[in-house]
């Protein structure tokens, strides 16, 4: 009887709950410059540390709402110029120091200053005040009502940093959010260490480790071997099928912010031509593209806008691929005989593969295309900051961005006063009928004089080990932010 019952209790033990997963280890393909979100516009940074280790007033979950953050709630006054915060209370920096208002206010003006290097200035352009009433509410005011000023601030642009801290963040971030920086071996990995003093519901992994794998096949084989356990933004669409036929993944595929574009330069001959823009535009096959580079899996656009925003109107059909237009357009500017130019391309997989078949595609109208790829500093010295360059391939993943052809100084050197003056009505309008008819009136300015090439909004193509749970699907804004992933726990035999 007793021999029987120690067969019975060995036979329990060894039928169990495996206990949940608490390390996260995550695949990133591009590694960032820095991880300061304020100091550039590289959306790596991001997908790294935005709602991990910095955190805003407010933050932008995956269906692109609008939720609390470092302030609990808010109100805004009638005219739409002032913003009353509440912030929660018994909050701390990652080096300890306490959060409170001045720590707003501090953020804000840098980022407004007149030497700020923030990637997103614009967003604090409008703001006249900022009043402190006690340490947990203060007033932000406008200039005038911006409806979108509340989404801004829930951009990575705008985290809250600390003043004892800030310049340290490029490379030892401090944060408030539920992540503390612990390591970064560049080139290989960065670290991160849970919380435990988070002013909020503490995340249940204990540890973030993000795997830099540049290389497509070298992500597909990290995956299979259990290097890493998600790669949210799996850089290779061509073998997703191989991850849907594994019942130890899941894959999802969802849409981001990200407009795909060749980029011209408006102010260089003989882009500053019009009819050079309409004839590469005509060139253009975004089909090709897409099925080419993309595998299929992306959504043609003719502006920069999103598909999935309720204001979107499709321009694809405005300068249909066809050759024999787009050589009579040639000729008309002058060049029948062609011309040469150069395409910069930035390190990421699309980009590349684009540029390939772009250059391919503008071939047969006389365009001969030389192209440079570039890592990414040399891209944003030579392309972003010193407008160095013919045409160049990216995707802008800032939401609802098209206010950036109003800037005459950005890198596609777009001077326009029609476009720049239907931006400004956007600004100072609060009639949400109006601010529709106005974001449809600037994509089609934009797309009819062809300011660019528009190819396809980026997918965004999640691969991840079965039982990984609260992985955002889409990319409303660059972010992967860990604070509600886990593992749910397996039932199984336990090995003896």
């Known amino acids: 009887m007793r021999r029987l019952f120690t067969i019975f209790i060995l036979s329990v033990s060894l039928i169990t709950s495996a206990s949940a997963q608490t390390t996260l280890k995550v695949g990133l393909q591009l590694e960032p410059p820095n991880l300061d979100p304020i100091s550039g516009a590289a959306a790596a940074i991001d997908e790294v540390v935005y709602g991990n280790v910095f955190e805003g007033l407010v933050r932008i979950d995956e269906n692109g709402d609008i939720k609390p953050g470092l302030a609990n709630?808010?109100?805004?006054?009638?005219?739409?110029?002032?913003?009353?915060?509440?912030?929660?209370?018994?909050?701390?920096?990652?080096?300890?120091?306490?959060?409170?208002?001045?720590?707003?206010?501090?953020?804000?003006?840098?980022?407004?200053?007149?030497?700020?290097?923030?990637?997103?200035?614009?967003?604090?352009?409008?703001?006249?005040?900022?009043?402190?009433f006690d340490p947990y509410t203060i007033m932000i005011s406008l200039n005038q009502a911006r409806p979108d000023f509340l989404f801004n601030i829930g951009l990575g642009d705008?985290?809250?940093?600390?003043?004892?801290?800030?310049?340290?963040?490029?490379?030892?971030?401090?944060?408030?959010?539920?992540?503390?920086?612990?390591?970064?071996?560049?080139?290989?990995?960065?670290?991160?260490?849970?919380?435990?003093?988070?002013?909020?519901?503490?995340?249940?992994?204990?540890?973030i480790t993000f795997k830099i794998i540049t290389d497509p096949l070298s992500a597909y084989?990290?995956?299979?071997?259990?290097?890493?356990?998600?790669?949210?933004?799996?850089?290779?669409?061509?073998?997703?099928?191989l991850f849907n036929n594994d019942p130890s993944y899941e894959v999802e595929v969802g849409l981001t912010a990200g407009e795909t574009i060749l980029s011209t330069n408006n102010k260089r001959a003989p882009f500053d031509n019009?009819?050079?823009?309409?004839?590469?535009a005509h060139a253009i096959n975004r089909k090709e593209i897409i099925e080419g580079a993309m595998f299929g899996n992306a959504e043609?656009?003719?502006?920069?806008?999103?598909?999935?925003?309720?204001?979107?109107?499709?321009?694809?059909?405005?300068?249909?691929?066809?050759?024999?237009?787009?050589?009579?357009?040639?000729r008309e500017a002058g060049y029948g005989d062609g011309f040469t130019a150069s395409l910069k391309l930035p390190p990421p997989i699309y980009a590349r593969r684009t540029g390939e078949l772009i250059a391919h595609q503008l071939s047969k109208i006389g365009i001969k295309v030389n192209i440079e790829n570039m890592e990414w500093a040399q891209w944003i010295d030579q392309v972003l900051r010193n407008l160095n360059y013919?045409?160049?391939?990216?995707?802008?993943?800032?939401?609802?961005?098209?206010?950036?052809?109003?800037n005459p100084n950005y890198y596609f050197g777009?001077?326009?006063?029609?476009?720049?003056?239907?931006?400004?009505?956007?600004?100072?309008?609060?009639?949400?009928?109006?601010?529709?008819?106005?974001?449809?009136?600037?994509?089609?300015?934009?797309?009819?004089?062809?300011?660019?090439?528009?190819?396809?909004?980026?997918?965004?193509?999640?691969?991840?080990?079965?039982?990984?749970?609260?992985?955002?699907?889409?990319?409303?804004?660059?972010?992967?932010?860990?604070?509600?992933?886990?593992?749910?726990?397996?039932?199984?035999?336990?090995?003896?």
């Open 274 to 280: 019009i009819l050079v823009r309409k004839a590469m």
């Open 390 to 406: 013919d045409l160049t391939i990216v995707s802008h993943v800032e939401p609802m961005d098209i206010n950036i052809y109003a």
């Open 73 to 132: 709630f808010w109100q805004i006054s009638t005219d739409g110029k002032s913003y009353l915060f509440n912030l929660a209370e018994g909050v701390s920096f990652h080096d300890g120091s306490p959060f409170d208002a001045e720590d707003v206010r501090f953020s804000f003006n840098r980022a407004r200053a007149q030497n700020s290097t923030n990637a997103k200035k614009y967003i604090f352009e409008p703001i006249a005040n900022i009043d402190i």
């Open 300 to 330: 043609p656009i003719g502006s920069h806008f999103a598909p999935t925003h309720p204001d979107y109107v499709d321009l694809t059909g405005l300068y249909p691929h066809d050759l024999t237009k787009a050589k009579a357009f040639m």
């Open 414 to 496: 777009y001077d326009n006063k029609e476009f720049q003056a239907i931006i400004k009505k956007i600004d100072s309008s609060s009639n949400p009928e109006e601010i529709s008819a106005l974001y449809k009136e600037a994509q089609r300015k934009i797309a009819d004089d062809a300011v660019n090439g528009y190819l396809f909004q980026m997918g965004k193509f999640g691969v991840w080990k079965k039982g990984l749970k609260g992985m955002w699907r889409n990319y409303p804004i660059r972010s992967n932010d860990f604070r509600d992933v886990y593992f749910e726990e397996q039932e199984g035999l336990m090995n003896d």
């Open 158 to 207: 705008a985290v809250i940093v600390s003043s004892k801290s800030v310049d340290k963040n490029a490379s030892q971030p401090i944060g408030t959010g539920p992540y503390k920086f612990k390591k970064w071996v560049r080139g290989d990995r960065i670290e991160f260490e849970r919380n435990e003093n988070y002013w909020g519901a503490l995340p249940k992994m204990e540890a």
């Open 221 to 241: 084989t990290a995956m299979k071997a259990g290097d890493i356990d998600t790669f949210p933004n799996y850089p290779a669409p061509e073998n997703l099928f």
